[in-house]
């Protein structure tokens, strides 16, 4: 058993580590946050270039040939930079949608009842019709949403299609039960890892650097255990993710999820304590990581669907 | 990334299968909780039936008796052991699990010789003399006093949550023998006969009811020099070799076991009609996450350990701050599934339920681990 990360993955996450922080560093994720709503073409077709949306895909079909595990890795660094864009629609739409593996084109997909970047993009994969703006809580992420699909293709509600929308969501490996494909759902998880591993880091760089009454707050233990509460959801967290990414098992997959969501939205929180006052203003980028980590938490294969799958395992005989 | 297990692994699981299925059935029935002579002569007898099959000490090193198992194999044989419902380690876990080791690292080759093979054979139960009244999760404040008299220590002061202490034929014990020097340096480590005259144990009624622990009270105890394993006042790093020692496999068994009492629980629920209520049956499925999170946690310790990285301390007080408060939290929800029978002190759950409250106390307590993963892993300044 080597559940460890291989030295080819080590690159690979390095790799795509000082892709993103040359192109997507804090001066452009502020010029990203003053012009919402925009997509850097630029930047997705230098993504596309490096392999980030074909990383599944076969080398037979173009892609770069890798599995799960990889683009978990992949997905894991872009939460870290909050890297705006509908990536798990268009690394999934890769070898089915032309343009989406080279990223010429942006692909987004109908979510229950949210489309994600629905303005820039050139192909949505579900049935949008009906679809109306809103004001998105996540500067980073714009959002319309259909009315009365609230509950479409929620998997515990049975395998029978449940709405207009079945049968076009995203198609990825392992589609289970009409529902959210499973896929979609572990690089979610991935990217709220990624979330939850950089806000622990910000929340101890504050807290080594600021002071009160006279010593670094870090020195606190009320400081210090939040900050140890941060690490733990994070590593367990990741021990769950990376094995479902290993396993590609619906409910390793599930456990995943939510450990993941914990992780980030939580620890995005605890972060936000730890800045104090400064965690409350805009300047600081505290609040996009806690407004990313609850939008993805809307997406499908969230909490509630995750424990039903889990709840199911237990009595299925195999838990 | 991989989980898939090696075919000499799968071999040595499947082996240590077969053996399990076949013993298992032979065995006497399990003792009363607060038998203590009966659970030792259980508990030894099943460490001979390993020491015969060859799984003794498998983790030790092949030099202290042991079979030089790789981590991966010890944790396959602490999963498959717990799954074939075989008796835990018991009355052997200080011997087998710190003080063999630590003598097998830091001891004489006299030391071992008289120490090590008795322990492997199920023939001699250790207790641990660390803790004290004024020193519990701050060990290093300890204050039993050991002074020379010719070729032995003379000990004196008391020790507290001495587990297995009235049926212990040796004590691991760590004494003061310098209190002039800073509060690490000037501590000891030495084996204690628990037959010496001096020595008193009295049990100590826990809130679980049967007597889990004793108090220790030493008075002029005498403990040959030659008893001493490491230099006289090199304790606490003879002690802090062996305490990390065994962080990445220690609660294999237990991961393993809740998982098994979730999907027990999950069916009781099925029967008395507590599944159909939605907050209950969510709750129940995201234990399942954190226990299947917890054993993953596990295996990615143990790989890690595994990569020849050397003692697994980052991993350790992650995992025990988690595991800790989610088997609380599993008893807290078998508590609602199981109604009235949630106080009945005959229902297994119960008593279980009750001695789980020490798991965020014992070895450290969670606000511990939490100053031991901020100030050691995450690097914040050292608080108070």
């Given at each position: 058993?080597?559940?460890?990360?291989?030295?080819?993955?080590?690159?690979?996450?390095?790799?795509?580590?000082?892709?993103?922080?040359?192109?997507?560093?804090?001066?452009?994720?502020?010029?990203?946050?003053?012009?919402?709503?925009?997509?850097?073409?630029?930047?997705?077709?230098?993504?596309?270039?490096?392999?980030?949306?074909?990383?599944?895909?076969?080398?037979?079909?173009?892609?770069?040939?890798?599995?799960?595990?990889?683009?978990?890795?992949?997905?894991?660094?872009?939460?870290?930079?909050?890297?705006?864009?509908?990536?798990?629609?268009?690394?999934?739409?890769?070898?089915?949608?032309?343009?989406?593996?080279?990223?010429?084109?942006?692909?987004?997909?109908?979510?229950?009842?949210?489309?994600?970047?629905?303005?820039?993009?050139?192909?949505?994969?579900?049935?949008?019709?009906?679809?109306?703006?809103?004001?998105?809580?996540?500067?980073?992420?714009?959002?319309?949403?259909?009315?009365?699909?609230?509950?479409?293709?929620?998997?515990?509600?049975?395998?029978?299609?449940?709405?207009?929308?079945?049968?076009?969501?995203?198609?990825?490996?392992?589609?289970?039960?009409?529902?959210?494909?499973?896929?979609?759902?572990?690089?979610?998880?991935?990217?709220?890892?990624?979330?939850?591993?950089?806000?622990?880091?910000?929340?101890?760089?504050?807290?080594?650097?600021?002071?009160?009454?006279?010593?670094?707050?870090?020195?606190?233990?009320?400081?210090?255990?939040?900050?140890?509460?941060?690490?733990?959801?994070?590593?367990?967290?990741?021990?769950?993710?990376?094995?479902?990414?290993?396993?590609?098992?619906?409910?390793?997959?599930?456990?995943?999820?939510?450990?993941?969501?914990?992780?980030?939205?939580?620890?995005?929180?605890?972060?936000?304590?730890?800045?104090?006052?400064?965690?409350?203003?805009?300047?600081?980028?505290?609040?996009?990581?806690?407004?990313?980590?609850?939008?993805?938490?809307?997406?499908?294969?969230?909490?509630?669907?995750?424990?039903?799958?889990?709840?199911?395992?237990?009595?299925?005989?195999?838990? | 990334?991989?989980?898939?297990?090696?075919?000499?692994?799968?071999?040595?699981?499947?082996?240590?299968?077969?053996?399990?299925?076949?013993?298992?059935?032979?065995?006497?029935?399990?003792?009363?909780?607060?038998?203590?002579?009966?659970?030792?002569?259980?508990?030894?007898?099943?460490?001979?039936?390993?020491?015969?099959?060859?799984?003794?000490?498998?983790?030790?090193?092949?030099?202290?008796?042991?079979?030089?198992?790789?981590?991966?194999?010890?944790?396959?044989?602490?999963?498959?052991?717990?799954?074939?419902?075989?008796?835990?380690?018991?009355?052997?876990?200080?011997?087998?699990?710190?003080?063999?080791?630590?003598?097998?690292?830091?001891g004489?080759?006299?030391q071992?010789?008289r120490w090590?093979?008795?322990?492997?054979?199920?023939?001699?139960?250790?207790?641990?003399?660390?803790?004290?009244?004024?020193?519990?999760?701050?060990?290093?404040?300890?204050?039993?006093?050991?002074?020379?008299?010719?070729?032995d220590y003379?000990?004196?002061?008391?020790?507290?949550?001495?587990?297995?202490?009235?049926?212990?034929?040796w004590?691991?014990l760590?004494?003061?023998?310098?209190?002039?020097?800073?509060?690490?340096?000037?501590?000891?480590w030495l084996a204690m006969p628990?037959?010496?005259?001096?020595?008193?144990?009295?049990?100590?009624?826990?809130?679980?009811?049967?007597?889990?622990?004793?108090?220790?009270?030493?008075?002029?105890?005498?403990v040959p020099v030659a008893h001493r394993v490491?230099?006289?006042?090199?304790?606490?790093?003879?002690?802090?070799?062996?305490?990390?020692?065994?962080?990445?496999?220690?609660?294999?068994?237990?991961?393993?076991?809740?998982?098994?009492?979730?999907?027990?629980?999950?069916?009781?629920?099925?029967?008395?009609?507590?599944?159909?209520?939605?907050?209950?049956?969510?709750?129940?499925?995201?234990?399942?996450?954190?226990?299947?999170?917890?054993?993953?946690?596990?295996?990615?310790?143990?790989?890690?350990?595994?990569?020849?990285?050397?003692?697994?301390?980052?991993?350790?007080?992650?995992?025990?701050?988690?595991?800790?408060?989610?088997?609380?939290?599993?008893?807290?929800?078998?508590?609602?599934?199981?109604?009235?029978?949630?106080?009945?002190?005959?229902?297994?759950?119960?008593?279980?339920?009750?001695?789980?409250?020490?798991?965020?106390?014992?070895?450290?307590?969670?606000?511990?681990?939490?100053?031991?993963?901020?100030?050691?892993?995450?690097?914040?300044?050292?608080?108070?």
């Amino acid at each position: 058993m080597r559940f460890q990360l291989t030295d080819d993955q080590r690159a690979l996450r390095d790799g795509v580590r000082q892709l993103l922080a040359r192109r997507f560093g804090p001066e452009e994720l502020r010029a990203a946050v003053a012009a919402p709503g925009a997509l850097d073409r630029a930047l997705w077709r230098e993504l596309g270039e490096a392999g980030f949306f074909a990383l599944r895909l076969p080398e037979a079909d173009g892609g770069v040939g890798l599995g799960l595990p990889e683009a978990v890795l992949a997905f894991e660094e872009a939460g870290r930079v909050l890297l705006p864009g509908p990536l798990v629609a268009t690394h999934l739409a890769a070898g089915t949608v032309a343009g989406a593996a080279t990223g010429e084109t942006v692909v987004t997909a109908v979510d229950g009842a949210l489309v994600e970047w629905l303005a820039e993009a050139d192909v949505v994969r579900g049935d949008a019709a009906g679809a109306v703006p809103m004001r998105s809580l996540d500067p980073l992420t714009p959002l319309h949403r259909l009315p009365g699909r609230e509950k479409a293709g929620r998997w515990w509600e049975g395998a029978r299609p449940s709405g207009p929308g079945e049968g076009v969501r995203p198609s990825g490996a392992g589609e289970a039960g009409g529902g959210t494909d499973p896929v979609a759902v572990l690089l979610t998880a991935a990217e709220q890892l990624g979330t939850a591993a950089r806000v622990c880091e910000l929340a101890v760089q504050h807290a080594r650097a600021r002071e009160q009454f006279g010593r670094p707050v870090g020195a606190f233990q009320a400081v210090q255990h939040l900050c140890a509460d941060m690490l733990v959801r994070a590593e367990t967290a990741r021990a769950a993710v990376y094995a479902a990414a290993v396993t590609a098992d619906p409910v390793d997959i599930a456990a995943a999820r939510l450990l993941a969501d914990e992780a980030a939205v939580r620890g995005t929180r605890d972060c936000l304590q730890v800045h104090g006052g400064m965690g409350f203003t805009w300047e600081s980028e505290v609040h996009l990581h806690l407004k990313r980590a609850w939008t993805r938490s809307h997406r499908g294969g969230g909490v509630t669907e995750s424990e039903e799958l889990l709840a199911a395992d237990l009595t299925a005989g195999t838990g | 990334m991989d989980l898939s297990y090696t075919p000499e692994e799968e071999d040595f699981r499947a082996r240590l299968r077969e053996w399990l299925a076949k013993v298992l059935p032979g065995l006497p029935p399990k003792p009363a909780p607060d038998d203590w002579p009966g659970r030792r002569a259980y508990d030894l007898g099943w460490q001979r039936m390993l020491y015969d099959a060859g799984y003794a000490g498998l983790h030790w090193p092949v030099d202290a008796g042991g079979r030089g198992a790789s981590p991966t194999q010890h944790l396959i044989f602490l999963e498959e052991t717990e799954r074939a419902g075989a008796p835990y380690v018991g009355a052997g876990f200080v011997g087998l699990l710190h003080a063999g080791p630590t003598i097998a690292a830091e001891g004489t080759p006299g030391q071992r010789a008289r120490w090590l093979p008795p322990i492997l054979r199920g023939e001699e139960v250790w207790c641990q003399g660390f803790s004290e009244p004024e020193a519990g999760s701050d060990l290093a404040s300890l204050r039993t006093r050991a002074w020379r008299d010719g070729d032995d220590y003379v000990v004196s002061g008391s020790k507290i949550w001495t587990s297995h202490a009235e049926v212990a034929d040796w004590c691991e014990l760590l004494v003061r023998t310098d209190p002039g020097a800073p509060k690490h340096r000037g501590i000891t480590w030495l084996a204690m006969p628990m037959d010496a005259p001096g020595v008193t144990v009295r049990p100590l009624r826990t809130l679980a009811g049967p007597a889990e622990f004793a108090e220790v009270f030493l008075d002029e105890v005498r403990v040959p020099v030659a008893h001493r394993v490491g230099e006289e006042n090199d304790g606490w790093r003879v002690t802090m070799v062996t305490l990390s020692f065994e962080r990445g496999t220690a609660f294999v068994g237990e991961v393993v076991a809740c998982r098994r009492l979730l999907g027990e629980l999950a069916r009781a629920a099925r029967r008395n009609g507590h599944w159909d209520d939605p907050v209950l049956r969510r709750r129940l499925g995201r234990l399942n996450a954190e226990f299947r999170a917890l054993w993953r946690l596990t295996q990615w310790n143990v790989s890690e350990a595994e990569r020849g990285r050397g003692v697994p301390g980052v991993g350790g007080s992650v995992f025990k701050l988690r595991y800790s408060h989610a088997r609380q939290e599993l008893y807290d929800a078998a508590a609602d599934v199981l109604g009235a029978a949630a106080l009945d002190l005959d229902s297994p759950w119960v008593l279980d339920r009750l001695s789980s409250l020490s798991y965020t106390i014992a070895a450290g307590t969670s606000q511990i681990q939490r100053n031991i993963v901020a100030e050691r892993i995450l690097g914040l300044p050292k608080g108070r």
